[in-house]
Nanobody
Framework: EVQLVESGGGLVQAGGSLRLSCAAS????????IGWFRQAPGKEREGVSC????????YYADSVKGRFTISTDNAKNTVYLQMNSLKPEDTAVYFC??????????????????WGKGTLVTVSS
């Protein structure tokens, strides 16, 4: 059974940083992308960033480019999202997700095969 467990959320002031972690287990796939979505109250779920298991290619939403960095530790089966220069509009529940056979381009919540339960990030002004 595939499990994705997020951690690292919390309350931070605007301009601050947080690092989210997603520990993955139960994987038997070689070709996939793993990454992050977020959902703010009253808004649709938004793709934030992902990274390919095959070539390390990445996707970032325009709203986070230059501020967020995705990385993996394959030995720990963990993906990280380093979030710097946080803004109040980054406040959301952040979800880890996996898409099997990601071909690049968009990171669309409709295509995800597995989801974590989320971790809350609150950025105060």
């Amino acid at each position: 059974e595939v499990q994705l467990v997020e951690s690292g959320g919390g309350l931070v002031q605007a301009g601050g940083s947080l690092r989210l972690s997603c520990a993955a287990s139960g994987f038997t796939f070689d070709d996939y992308a793993i990454g992050w979505f977020r959902q703010a109250p009253g808004k649709e779920r938004e793709g934030v960033s992902c990274i390919s298991s095959t070539d390390g290619s990445t996707y970032y939403a325009d709203s986070v480019k230059g501020r967020f960095t995705i990385s993996t530790d394959n030995a720990k089966n963990t993906v990280y999202l380093q979030m710097n220069s946080l803004k109040p509009e980054d406040t959301a529940v952040y979800f880890c997700a996996v898409e099997i056979l990601w071909y690049g381009g968009s990171w669309n919540s409709d295509n995800m095969d597995y989801w974590g339960k989320g971790t809350l990030v609150t950025v105060s002004s």
